[in-house]
């Protein structure tokens, strides 16, 4: 169950989800702080660390949207790194996940779907952005816009609900079989926690490319 510990900010009720994920995000700024502060030509674990994490984001992105990967890269590579730790989470005692929380995953697909458009129009411009719901033929707008909702829909529902699903199963397991079968609770809880984050960073990696290379995949030959 939900932990039921709120506490109220003038009319904002602000719950353990909230709370949980301003934690995941300050430890994100102290350590991208750390770990950018003193570079050095011969890095250390930390550097080494922090460097090869980057540079496999980087390779990923590059794989969907070459052209655009160093524009994309701050905004996936975060929101990546959030879902991780974030997915994770729950495995401290005392914790969940705030990705097991509806307004959360909410939050984050919605920050996704003005990404998409605000990259799309930052890169195409706002004309050639909106025509290409025009195209291959305007009787196909409405699809466009209600694909637009409905896959930002999706994202929500389905981070939601798989992470959900995982805290239940683990802890009903634990309830019937005790303490007997620990670690493979444990492993499965992690590989699912970092597949779902990267299905959800991979979705949006794909939708923030398709609105950028829109005008290039339409236009004619």
Do not use: C
Request: aromatic residues 8%.
């Amino acid at each position: 169950m939900e932990s039921d510990f709120t506490f109220t900010l003038g009319p904002v009720e602000i719950g353990l989800s909230l709370i949980t994920t301003w934690g995941i995000m300050l430890v994100l700024a102290i350590v991208a702080g750390l770990s950018t502060r003193r570079l050095e030509i011969i890095p250390g674990i930390l550097q080494t660390s922090v460097e090869s994490i980057v540079a496999t984001i980087d390779e990923a992105i590059t794989a969907v949207a070459p052209e655009h990967a160093r524009q994309i890269m701050p905004f996936i590579a975060t929101l990546w790194l959030f879902l991780i730790i974030a997915n994770l989470v729950g495995l401290v005692p005392g914790l969940h996940s705030p990705t097991r929380d509806l307004s959360v995953t909410s939050a984050l697909a919605v920050l996704v779907f003005f990404s998409v458009h605000w990259f799309g129009i930052k890169t195409l411009g706002l004309k050639s952005y909106l025509h290409h719901y025009l195209t291959p033929s305007p009787i196909l707008l409405p699809f466009h816009i209600i694909s637009e909702f409905t896959r930002t829909l999706a994202l929500a529902i389905r981070l939601f609900g798989n992470m959900m699903s995982l805290e239940m199963a683990a802890m009903l397991i634990l309830l019937v079989a005790g303490f007997l079968a620990p670690i493979p609770i444990l492993m499965l809880h992690i590989i699912e926690a970092l597949v779902q984050a990267y299905i959800f960073g991979m979705l949006a990696l794909i939708y923030l490319a398709g609105a950028m290379q829109s005008q290039q995949l339409n236009s004619p030959e």
